[in-house]
């Protein structure tokens, strides 16, 4: 007999089905090795696919591993995000309202996610990324990495220092961003970029993607616009990235670029994924924590749907 495996099909960082980022996620992994698992994601076919296990650590509520249809991935936001929603919608975690706090495990270690509760459902997820690393600012003029970039990306240098926020690397949970600041919303949706080039500069940066972003949005409830390019990912441009959300909320706060709130963390809502007609929108707060160490905790928020069920099965 082929064994069934159920899954759950989720959008995620939206509230409206066909729209965020997709994820499937397996209820129940136990007994799948590696191959089968990277089989599964292919076939899934979504950014990203994960699969729940039984924690390994008295701390954590779950473990999962999570792959792209082309690897497995150890930080993955929104496949982090999506996998607490499904496991709290689907009543196989315990929930107190107005917050309930899930302790995840993957082989980073365990990170906690809070699932907000109403009437005993799951409405919104915050995960807590791991603290930001600041590397290398590009802001020389005729620097020759600025000029590829602005090649690569199809915009006119000067659009990327216009704002004196030059280029700069941001690593959040071991994935290294360059957050590219361009001068207005126009010229973020207007960028055609080069997958060959932005890959021949990740390798060169040792950065896997680059998040390019300006100050408006078309959707009223977001401030920030912004899109995220992986060329060496199953697919080039991301419909939602925790991990790129953060990266361009810690630049913010470290470039002195937007101003917390007078008794509380800086807050602000960037909206992803609208070119590719799948809008996300990602809440995102920072607290500084101490400006002379560059220490801040960074947490980003989203909704996330059910827009399927199903069963796989194997031989």
């Known amino acids: 007999m082929p064994r069934s495996l159920v899954y759950r099909h989720v959008n995620v960082f939206s ?26 994601a292919r076939e899934m076919n979504l950014s990203e696919t994960s699969f729940v296990f039984p924690p390994k650590s008295r701390q954590a509520t779950y473990f999962i591993r999570t792959f792209t249809p082309t690897q497995e991935v150890s930080f993955a936001g929104h496949a982090f995000h999506g996998t607490a929603f499904v496991l709290a919608r689907d009543g196989l975690l315990p929930l107190y309202e107005p917050l309930t706090a899930l302790w995840q495990e993957n082989d980073l270690g365990v990170t906690l996610l809070e699932v907000e509760v109403e009437g005993g459902r799951p409405t919104r997820v915050t995960l807590t990324v791991p603290s930001p690393v600041f590397g290398r600012v590009f802001g020389r003029p005729g620097s020759p ?36 600041c361009l001068d207005e919303l126009t010229s973020v949706t207007a960028t055609v970029p080069d997958p060959a080039a932005l890959g021949r500069i990740g390798q060169q940066l040792e950065v896997s993607g680059f998040a390019v972003f300006a100050r408006g ?70 607290t500084v924590d101490s400006l002379e160490l560059e220490a801040y905790t960074v947490r980003v928020s989203g909704r996330c749907v059910t827009v399927a069920s199903g069963e796989l099965y194997l031989p």
């Open 145 to 180: 990495v600025l000029s590829a970039l602005a090649l690569a990306l199809g915009v006119e240098p000067d659009r990327m220092t216009a704002k004196g926020l030059f280029p700069q690397i941001v690593t959040i949970g071991g994935i290294a961003h360059l957050v590219v």
């Open 15 to 40: 509230d409206r089905p066909l729209s965020g980022n997709g994820l499937a996620v397996f209820l129940d992994g136990r007994g799948l090795d590696t191959t089968v698992m990277q089989a599964i």
């Open 217 to 286: 949005a078309l959707d009223p409830r977001a401030q920030f616009h912004l899109r995220f390019f992986a060329p060496g990912s199953s697919a080039v441009e991301d419909a939602g990235t925790s991990s790129a959300a953060a990266a361009v909320g810690a630049f913010l706060a470290h470039r002195r670029a937007a101003q917390p709130e007078p008794a509380g963390p800086l807050r602000f809502t960037i909206e992803q994924g609208v070119e590719l007609r799948r809008t996300s929108l990602l809440e995102v707060a920072i």
